[in-house]
């Protein structure tokens, strides 16, 4: 089996969904760790409820006798990292979180998963993998003709999200360099698709849209960032797990760069057409409702990835390109409206009792598998 971690949180939770609709993977059982913040929803799993190969646990990558438990109980082949507070706003607000989740996390996981793999009998000790999850933002801010971030540009880290990302990322490579932990490190651009909490600019600007709401540009919202399908990163993390060679580092990207207020007004002009009547409450058109606001502090510029290794020496690609993608987004939000308002509301907590209230209270401690 596999262990990942924030698998009910955006990219995790589509991971989990999409492990066991890949032929390949349907019989291999996934345990999935969980701290539920407010990024974490078992809501996005309920797809999951009758398979016997999906494993939750709630629990906290922090929580070193839980980790080495799970680890010793369940030896799982290989790790993947999804764990971590995401939102470059609120590590403005407030980084702490960022440091004890994204930091000392990250480090609790590879001490841990060091003690076990060192345990391992041969083979399983070589074929075991620690993937760890990261961004493109370590790299920092490109200008305007400056060339796309390759796996050895040097990192420059502006925001403390990015900052704790790229502690991690030093950690994880002194852990394979000093102790041989056999990693795998992967670095990926701005995501969009199902199940991404509101508060990330594609999301956030569809509900709004919906509800009539301001849509907020940060600065001239000439900012540039490069457009991933979530299900592509998905098989990419895939790709690494079964080729990546362990130490290395694989830059993944969707070759799709665009300014912000680009990505709102495709959003726009899509809702026009499949909700005429929130266009019709808006004045007419969804776009008038764009406002411009102070920017966001530090604000990067531009990220591009540079996915050409990944290409070259593991033969992936995206298969999604931005039109098909954005309109499988906005198609997705629109029928998912009552996800929507469970997560904006908090309900989605509710939701939860509700629905696993009786398998949980009680008897379920923290960390037990349900
Ligand atoms: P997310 O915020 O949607 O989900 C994070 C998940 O981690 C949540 O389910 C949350 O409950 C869980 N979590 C948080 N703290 C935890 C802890 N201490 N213990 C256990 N679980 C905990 O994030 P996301 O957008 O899905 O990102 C997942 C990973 O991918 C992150 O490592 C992020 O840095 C990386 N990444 C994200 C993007 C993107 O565009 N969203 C792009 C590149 C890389
Ligand atoms: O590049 C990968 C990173 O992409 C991930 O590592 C992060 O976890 C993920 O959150 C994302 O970071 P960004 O800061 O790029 O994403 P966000 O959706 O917050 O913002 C995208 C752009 O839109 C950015 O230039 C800021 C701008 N923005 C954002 C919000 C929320 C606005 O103009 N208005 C907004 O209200």
């Excluded at 502006?158 to 990322?169: H, I, R, V």
Aim: proline content about 5%; charged content about 20%; aromatic content about 10%.
């Amino acid at each position: 089996m596999i262990l990942v971690t924030g698998g009910a949180g955006f990219i995790g939770s589509n991971f989990v969904l999409d492990w066991f609709n890949t032929a390949a993977n349907r019989t291999e059982p996934v345990l999935n760790l969980d701290a539920l913040t407010y990024a974490g929803n078992r809501e996005n799993l309920s797809g999951l409820d009758q398979q016997p190969l999906h494993h939750f646990i709630h629990g906290d990558i922090n929580n070193q006798e839980l980790i080495a438990q799970l680890l010793k109980q369940h030896q799982p082949r290989a790790i993947i990292h999804f764990a971590a507070e995401s939102h470059v706003d609120r590590s403005i607000h407030g980084p702490g979180e960022f440091i004890r989740t994204n930091i000392q996390g990250t480090f609790n996981l590879l001490q841990c998963a060091l003690d076990y793999w060192r345990g391992l009998p041969q083979p399983q000790a070589s074929s075991f993998r620690f993937l760890h999850v990261s961004t493109d933002e370590v790299y920092g801010s490109l200008g305007p003709s400056d060339s796309a971030f390759t796996e050895t540009t040097p990192y420059q880290p502006n925001s403390p999200y990015s900052a704790s990302k790229a502690a991690s990322d030093h950690l994880v490579r002194a852990w394979h360099h000093t102790y041989g932990l056999p990693v795998l490190t992967t670095n990926c651009s701005n995501n969009y698709g199902p199940f991404q909490f509101p508060e990330k600019l594609i999301p956030l600007v569809m509900t709004n849209a919906l509800a009539g709401k301001a849509l907020p540009i940060y600065g001239d919202g000439m900012n540039i960032r490069d457009w991933l399908y979530v299900t592509d990163h998905c098989s990419a993390i895939r790709t690494v797990l079964d080729k990546g060679q362990a130490g290395e580092v694989y830059n993944i990207g969707g070759w799709n760069e665009m300014p912000n207020i680009e990505i709102v007004k495709i959003i726009c002009q899509l809702l026009d057409r499949k909700s005429p009547e929130t266009a019709q409450r808006a004045g007419g058109t969804h776009e008038q409702l764009i406002t411009y606001v102070k920017d966001r502090p530090g604000h990067d510029r531009r990220y591009a990835i540079d996915a050409n290794k990944i290409a070259r020496e593991l033969g992936w690609k995206p298969a999604e390109t931005f039109a098909s993608g954005i309109e499988k987004t906005v198609d997705w939000y629109l029928t998912h409206r009552e996800w929507v308002s469970h997560v904006q509301s908090g309900a989605y907590r509710q939701w939860i009792d509700q629905q696993y209230g009786s398998r949980m209270s009680g008897t379920r401690q923290q960390g037990t598998p349900q």
